[in-house]
């Protein structure tokens, strides 16, 4: 009789943004004709950049005719998109990669939600808190999170970031083997200075634990002092394994590409203290349960390295700051706490009065007509707080501050 | 300590392709001169049909311009892809399937990899053998497969399929939870009749299993007798998730698209009897561990379903068609056994006297110059046997199978 992998079924059976679209979808069965603006989910709005386009265009004739068609590609990726992810991400940061630590994938979040493949289903995990839910719902799937107890899973280690810690997690007095870090961070939009993020390192080489570092949002970072890669802390390599997206850097939320970064020196050890590295692991895993990232888009990827793909995607990485620079000003103004927004593109926004996550969510929408992402959804510490984010139109954003503006007075 | 998931290190070292690969390198390296032709790894040759490569070039320009621009998409893929399966795919036979019971993907390669985490751990498995590795790998990397034992994995059961059982495997005398049944057959090339197929259907019905039905390779199927899905059958739809992919049916290995159908009727259970519906349990996991495949690549499967994209890739099956025909026929002239090739782009061939497929391979590479894959890398009862691929430019495999007759004579 086949059985069920019942660890599925501890998930909870909401899931957050699912639950914002049915609340929005009541409001507007109610209200037909209001004009919602959504700063809420984080999905970009700007198109891709002339070069990006005209790569895929090129890409495309090139399948169209047999001397230049690309059937199976390594499951690692192409090396042309190797190569200038060494050459344009690391390299300049004083980052020496080998190529074979490179994987292009087909997004973050297959990588994310799969590389808890490599340890063992009982690894203790520690997160920040709150955080993005893939991280502990992929361990939920496998039975590493272990039960819910009064609201949190029994096999993680919840790290608060709030106010009150200026949004530093404290190192763990207790050994944690598997920690996962997002910086710049969603959902906080908040960053951790490089001596912050070296007391982690330093932290996962003594307990020999491992890091999963998400530098989704680096592309986002204004302040020059701010890591953009774990790498860049001595012994990083030994511990920390960094997953990379084109999602936000250049509109990638449609085309699918990113990148995961396994070093060479990063091993995990068995039951009987043998070393394993985990760069070959994660090849075999992807050899087996994955083909590839599409032609189009590892094309696709290489023209953002490109001169000009560069200065387009900084330009619309800079429309986007725009919105966030000026959300958290105005919100500011309007004497609101906000968090984040000046080197990624979410701000983190705590409701007035202490007041419920849902609560002022629901406010929100009802009498400015904006939704926004309730914090608690991301986490415990998430209670008292919501998410914005800068990916809007700027028009849209503009008249979403207004609305705000006009019902918070 | 982080520790190892130590079910990787079971997997065997050596990996079919890379030993090929290696084999002919050295080859190669010895006779730098000589032209080798490869009817070996299965990738196709032939260009995008012109319908889908307007479609990506149509997909690039709606991408760059913002009215038009597509970010992330419903992880289970868009409607307008699945509504052109549901009509062309299954309507025509007569299959009723619901709009969600169909989740895109990027190719078979991963979901038939990833299904196994909706079953528990411990469940068993069955395997046709020979087999595509990544069935079997999958369940390794689990620990699902057991430990090995002559070479062969202790919770899994063998169904040899060979010549003296017309490669029709033998219903189990005893309860398997799980079955993995691919056809046409990768790497046999063999179909398995109507009624045989219901056998299967009703063995998993009777013993409340579940079959995982591999048809990445129907639209190779001549014989209409033969059925191209598993839903044909009545009653599969309370039993059977079935795979499918276009990188065969239309030359995406480098686009990357396929599809898999979990209908709302299947279900397994948990370990107090309950049944749980597998559809959900399968979007869940979606949704937490992808975002959706690339809307370009998506687009470009739609192409498929227009009048001149099903003329098109018609054409290009035609092609390779030609080539299994003449392969089969030269080769049986040469009075070898030759399976397959009919309903399918892969022939399996009896190597003479009873030699080794490591042993054939190697005088074909060295005397004929002409790569093949040992039949013996897909599992105990490939032993004996070699597949060759009917993927090849007609010229080169012409030119291959010269060589051939020049050798063997």
């Known amino acids: 009789m086949a059985l069920v992998n019942e660890h599925f079924l501890k998930l909870p059976n909401n899931y957050l943004f699912a639950d914002i679209a049915k609340k929005v979808n009541a409001f507007k069965t109610m209200h037909p004709k209001s004009d919602i603006i959504s700063l809420g989910i984080g999905d970009v709005t700007q198109p891709l950049c002339p070069a990006v386009v005209e790569a895929i265009h090129h890409a495309a004739d090139e399948m169209a005719t047999q001397a230049t068609f690309r059937g199976y590609g390594p499951e690692q990726g192409y090396d042309f998109l190797r190569e200038a992810i060494l050459k344009n991400d690391f390299l300049p940061r004083g980052i020496h990669l080998d190529i074979n630590e490179i994987f292009i994938n087909d997004g973050a979040k297959s990588d994310t939600g799969n590389i808890q493949e490599l340890v063992r289903w009982d690894n203790s995990i520690g997160v920040t808190d709150p955080i993005y839910p893939v991280y502990i719902d992929s361990n939920v799937m496998i039975g590493r999170a272990g039960v819910v107890e009064n609201g949190r899973w029994s096999n993680v280690l919840y790290m608060p970031c709030t106010a009150e810690n200026g949004f530093i997690p404290q190192i763990p007095n207790k050994r944690v083997d598997i920690i996962y870090l997002c910086y710049p961070n969603n959902p906080t939009g908040t960053v951790l200075p490089k001596e912050e993020l070296k007391k982690w390192v330093n932290y996962a080489l003594k307990n020999d634990a491992i890091i999963f570092y998400d530098a989704a949002y680096e592309a986002y970072i204004q302040d020059d002092s701010i890591p953009h890669s774990i790498y860049e802390i ?51 895993r992807q050899c087996t349960k994955f083909n590839g990232t599409s032609y189009l888009s590892q094309r696709a990827a290489q023209a953002i390295y490109t001169q000009e793909g560069k200065e387009q995607v900084k330009e619309t990485i800079s429309y986007y ?79 979403a501050l207004l609305r705000i503006e006009n019902w918070l007075k």
């Open 234 to 284: 001595r012994g990083a390599r030994k511990c920390a394994i960094e997953f990379h997206s084109y999602s936000k850097t250049a509109g990638f939320t449609g085309v699918r590409c990113g990148y995961t970064v396994v070093p060479k020196d990063i091993t995990a050890s068995t039951l009987t203290g043998e070393r394993i590295p985990l760069n070959h692991l994660w090849y075999r």
């Open 321 to 399: 700051m725009r919105n966030a620079h000026k959300m958290k000003e105005t919100l500011t103004k309007l004497g609101l706490e906000v968090y984040g927004g000046e080197n990624a593109p979410y701000l983190w926004v705590k409701t007035p009065n202490g007041e419920g996550s849902w609560r002022f969510f629901e406010q929100m929408l009802y009498d400015a007509h904006v939704v926004c992402t309730p914090g608690v959804g991301f986490g415990p510490s998430g209670e008292g707080y919501i998410r914005l984010t800068a990916f809007g139109q700027q028009e849209k954003t503009d008249e």
